[in-house]
């Protein structure tokens, strides 16, 4: 990946060089302009020397050329268009114009150029690598290298034919035949600069930094005034992440030109290294003096706020980069994983999914997209995008943990176990975590012995590892070991560890073992040493109220609202309490109390709604706090139950009816769904329908909540079952028309969400 951005830049930078600084024309502006990626100025440039000189083949190349990096590839066409149309004898121009259809993936378009310049006998050697080059990108190495073999012949073995090669073979692991070809070419000791940058690359596709650097250096040394060269080293140890040199590089460069982009990329460093006020710094500085918006700096402010910790505010800033350049490959990715950030699931995968149409092979976004996905529990999906990224990254740990974990998710543990097992051998630093999920895969075999063992090896080198003292409690215990258990617990507490999260964990395993009293006792001491963890008292709570002991639970929760107040959970768990001992108006009450402090919170708003309709009070309020629930969270159940049964309550039965029958195909066995679904339909007078969902209400589990309520109706459709068969008949065209009720509100209203 490395020597991929190298390559690409050693192309754009050498496109275009200048002699001098002073008294140039507009056409070496532009090179300089290009050469230190202000795009947009470069194009400015080039433009008005369009204007002066239209007859310049070269000119149209670079403005293309400047087009495609500006994202405006549509643009760049029409220039290479009107440049075969001008000179459609020139074979590069035609070149360039397949390789930008290959960009766009028009391959029709592209293979057509392709194969019309070879009926026409092109085959220079410059042709033949690009079509190598080609091929790669649509990774046909085969292809590739017969391309790469035959460019060498016809050039009769030009150096840079022979470094291509070189290169394809290193790249594809043949070490001894890349390495014969290499050492014909550095038998000479004059050099073109650009196969100086050719040898970095090759060195550095063996992470062979020092001759990498050495190379570079070799190729400034022989073009010392060549600016090009300059920003080619920078990014060299940006790329490998020798950042201390390139800051060092940075420094000297602006010594000799106050440039912006220099100063946007020691920004970008400085961001790196987490160096975020020297950064803020720079970024202040070029606010007062930068005269337009470009993408490059609302790209800088965007990274910026991300890298800070302040994802909220860098997404505009991403998305007007994008607007001003929208073929940043790299600021999508930004976007995507600020998304992500946010909790923005599905534009996070928009944003990663249009990165990689645009660049199938950007590694970053293939594991982000896959991470996304598997959490998304969509473990197929992930795992295709996976398959792509090891293909060409085989050793790489995180690509194989994350195929272990989706793996894992479809239940194929022994094959999620070698890939974790695979990944234990990669990385010495992240070891313990590939031995962790090693241990999960042993877990689902019931191999208890096994993840007994990569449990303890974890903790021989990590002991303060939460979880996993947690788990290795959990294998003592399955391996009938519990006296090791609580000598592990006693000693670990011994060794002075203050933790409230160790308490917390050996707490849970307390339960595991049935020891209740010891699992209140080490729940308290969580408490005690952190009160602030507001989900501590929960546990306490929960413990309480399984022990039937409910004023205590109560009071627990009572104190948690007192010390943490803007803890929602512990407002609604305390309401739920009171609701489960059938005190309705005190578990309003509660709720009305904590309002003000979650009256945006979607689950809140649910919550309040559906008290005040079983305290049949506020229905209008609890309508329009439903509704918005609803739209924040529309496909969570029991919000969209709630808002089904404030249409029942507003006598809006066909909005109920559609909301409550849609959920209820989602959760048949959901026993307030049948409920609130069968009082709609009775309400609606279809009795037969009302009877059925009822009755599949009257043997859920919650049936107790509203026993009397279901009996009731239950009672009465039997009776009216009954009355109809003593009923007369009403005939098709009969006159005879059921009373309409005055009172009954509109049944067609529209809901909120949909207007």
Request: glycine residues 4%; positive net charge; charged residues 25%.
């Amino acid at each position: 990946m490395k020597f991929f951005l190298i390559v690409l830049l050693s192309i754009m930078i050498m496109s275009g060089c200048s002699d001098g600084i002073d008294d140039i024309s507009l056409i070496e502006k532009g090179d300089l302009a290009f050469a230190r990626r202000d795009y947009a100025i470069a194009a400015t440039i080039w433009n008005n020397a369009y204007r002066k000189d239209p007859n310049n083949s070269n000119l149209m190349e670079k403005l293309a050329e400047c087009y495609i990096r500006l994202g405006r590839l549509e643009r760049a066409k029409l220039v290479l268009q009107k440049a075969i149309e001008t000179f459609p004898g020139k074979v590069d121009i035609q070149v360039r114009l397949a390789q930008l259809f290959v960009l766009t993936l028009d391959f029709s378009s592209a293979q057509e150029i392709s194969e019309k310049l070879e009926k026409q006998g092109f085959n220079s050697p410059e042709f033949l690598i690009l079509k190598a080059d080609l091929s790669l990108m649509k990774d046909n190495r085969e292809a590739a290298e017969k391309f790469y073999r035959k460019a060498v012949i016809v050039s009769k073995d030009s150096f840079r034919a022979l470094m291509k090669l070189a290169i394809f073979l290193k790249s594809a692991n043949r070490e001894e035949e890349s390495f014969e070809i290499f050492s014909i070419v550095q038998r000479n000791k004059v050099l073109d600069p650009k196969i100086f940058l050719l040898t970095a690359d090759y060195y550095l596709l063996g992470n062979d930094y020092q001759n990498a650097e050495a190379s570079i250096k070799n190729a400034i040394r022989i073009e010392p005034e060549e600016i090009g060269l300059q920003y080619y080293l920078l990014n060299f140890y940006i790329s490998i992440g020798q950042n201390d040199k390139a800051e060092s590089l940075l420094k000297r460069m602006l010594e000799i030109q106050d440039d912006m982009y220099l100063w946007m990329t020691l920004a970008d460093l400085y961001l790196i290294n987490g160096r975020y006020d020297k950064a803020e710094g720079i970024i202040l500085k070029l606010k007062k003096i930068r005269q337009a918006k470009t993408a490059g700096f609302e790209l800088l402010q965007g990274k910026f706020w991300l890298y800070s910790g302040q994802p909220v505010f860098a997404t505009s800033h991403f998305k007007s980069a994008l607007s001003l350049k929208p073929g940043l490959v790299n600021t999508r990715y930004y976007l995507g994983l600020t998304h992500l950030i946010n909790g923005k699931i599905k534009l996070s995968e928009n944003s990663l999914s249009q990165t990689l149409l645009i660049q199938p092979s950007h590694h970053h976004a293939q594991l982000l997209i896959s991470e996304l996905l598997y959490k998304k529990k969509e473990y197929e999906l992930s795992l295709s995008y996976l398959t792509q990224f090891l293909a060409k990254y085989p050793e790489d740990f995180t690509g194989l943990v994350l195929k272990g974990l989706n793996l894992l998710g479809q239940n194929k543990y022994l094959r999620a176990k070698k890939q974790f097992q695979k990944a234990q051998t990669l990385s010495h630093d992240k070891q313990y975590i590939a031995h962790y999920y090693t241990g999960l895969s042993n877990e689902k075999l019931k191999n208890f012995k096994e993840a007994l063992k990569n449990y303890s090896s974890i903790l021989k080198t990590h002991p303060h590892l939460i979880d996993v003292s947690y788990r290795y409690c959990l294998m003592l215990l399955k391996n009938g070991k519990q006296k090791n258990v609580q000598d592990f617990i006693a000693q670990r507490l011994a060794s002075g560890s203050q933790s409230p999260e160790f308490y917390y964990i050996f707490a849970k395993v307390a339960a595991k073992m049935g020891a209740i009293p010891e699992q209140e006792k080490l729940l308290k001491k969580a408490i005690e040493l952190d009160d602030s963890a507001s989900f501590l008292f929960l546990e306490l709570s929960t413990l309480y109220k399984n022990s039937k002991k409910f004023k205590d639970s109560k009071m627990i929760l009572e104190k948690c609202t007192q010390l943490n107040p803007y803890y929602e959970e512990a407002w609604l768990a305390l309401s739920q309490s009171y609701l489960e001992s059938r005190d309705i108006q005190t578990a309003l009450k509660i709720l009305e109390n904590g309002f003000e402090k979650f009256k945006d919170s979607p689950l809140y708003q649910s919550n309040i709604a559906w008290l005040y309709l079983e305290n049949e009070k506020e229905m209008n309020k609890a309508l329009d706090l439903a509704q918005k629930a609803y739209e924040k969270m529309p496909d969570n159940l029991a919000v969209a139950d709630t808002l089904g049964w404030a249409y029942y309550h507003k006598r809006i039965f066909s909005q109920a009816t559609w909301l409550l029958s849609d959920i209820e195909k989602k959760a048949p066995d959901n026993g307030y769904i049948q409920y609130h679904l069968g009082m709609t339909y009775y309400q609606q007078g279809n009795f037969e329908k009302a009877t059925v969902h009822l009755n599949k209400a009257k043997i859920s589990k919650v049936f107790n909540s509203f026993s009397m309520e279901i009996d009731n109706a239950l009672s009465d459709l039997k009776n009216k079952e009954n009355l109809s068969t003593d009923k007369p008949s009403i005939e098709q065209n009969s006159i005879i028309e059921f009373p309409k009720s005055n009172d009954t509100e509109n049944d067609l209203l529209e809901p909120q969400w949909m207007q």
